[in-house]
């Protein structure tokens, strides 16, 4: 894992944040889902309890993308 996968998880995240504070639901579940498929710098948990993200926990697709998180 080098710098370039560290900057590509963070600026992933930071994309569905701005979706979803945009109200963008789609785009924001679609990003979260593509940055979960591979090394994220933060757990499901920590997802759960974004300010930002937590906006979409009312769709049942938010859930399905966090538990089906590999794990590092």
Known sequence: MG???????VIKFEVARGYA???R??????????SLQGWSFMSPNELR???FLSRLKTDPRFEEILTAARPL
């Open 3 to 9: 710098r370039d996968d560290v900057a590509a998880s």
């Open 21 to 23: 504070v945009l109200g």
């Open 25 to 34: 639901r789609e785009e924001a579940l679609k990003t979260m889902r593509e």
């Open 49 to 51: 309890a974004d300010p």
